[in-house]
Nanobody, 127 residues
Framework: QVELVESGGGLVQAGGSLGLSCAASGRTVSTYAMAWFRQGPGKEREVVGFIYWYGGSTNYADSVKGRFIISRDKIADTLYLQMNSLKPEDTAVYYC????????????????????WGQGTQVTVSS
C-alpha cells in the first residue's frame, strides 16, 4: 500500500508564495502520473495540475497557469507544488494523488483517475 503525506500548507497573504510537498512511502508501485487537486469551501474537488512521473511534462488548470509550478523528485518519491501570486480564491484544502497506470490525458484531470490520495493540507490566502 502507498501512503501519500502532504506538508507545507498554512496561512499566507494575497500576493505571497507557498510551497507544498507530497511524500510517497510504503510498498513501491509504478507511478504513471501524480496530481494536485484542491477543494475550496462549499466547492467540488478540482484539479490544479498534474505531472507525468517519468517524462516530467506538466498540465495546469487555467486558473493557476503561470502562477503555480508542479515538479517531482523521482529519487525521493516526492511531488511538489510551488504556488506564487496567491489569491484569496486559492484558499482550499490541497490534495496530492497518484495514478499507477497509463491514461488518456483528459482523464488525468478527473478525481476518479487516481489510485491513491493524501490526507490534504489547508492553504488559506488572506486578502
Amino acid at each position: 500500500q502507498v501512503e501519500l503525506v502532504e506538508s507545507g500548507g498554512g496561512l499566507v497573504q494575497a500576493g505571497g508564495s507557498l510551497g507544498l510537498s507530497c511524500a510517497a512511502s510504503g510498498r513501491t508501485v509504478s507511478t504513471y502520473a501524480m496530481a494536485w487537486f484542491r477543494q475550496g469551501p462549499g466547492k467540488e474537488r478540482e484539479v490544479v495540475g498534474f505531472i507525468y512521473w517519468y517524462g516530467g511534462s506538466t498540465n495546469y488548470a487555467d486558473s493557476v497557469k503561470g502562477r503555480f509550478i508542479i515538479s517531482r523528485d523521482k529519487i525521493a518519491d516526492t511531488l511538489y507544488l510551488q504556488m506564487n501570486s496567491l489569491k484569496p480564491e486559492d484558499t482550499a484544502v490541497y490534495y496530492c494523488a497518484l495514478r499507477r497506470t497509463p491514461s488518456d490525458i483528459r482523464a488525468l484531470a478527473d478525481t476518479g483517475a487516481y489510485d491513491y490520495w493524501g490526507q490534504g493540507t489547508q492553504v488559506t490566502v488572506s486578502s
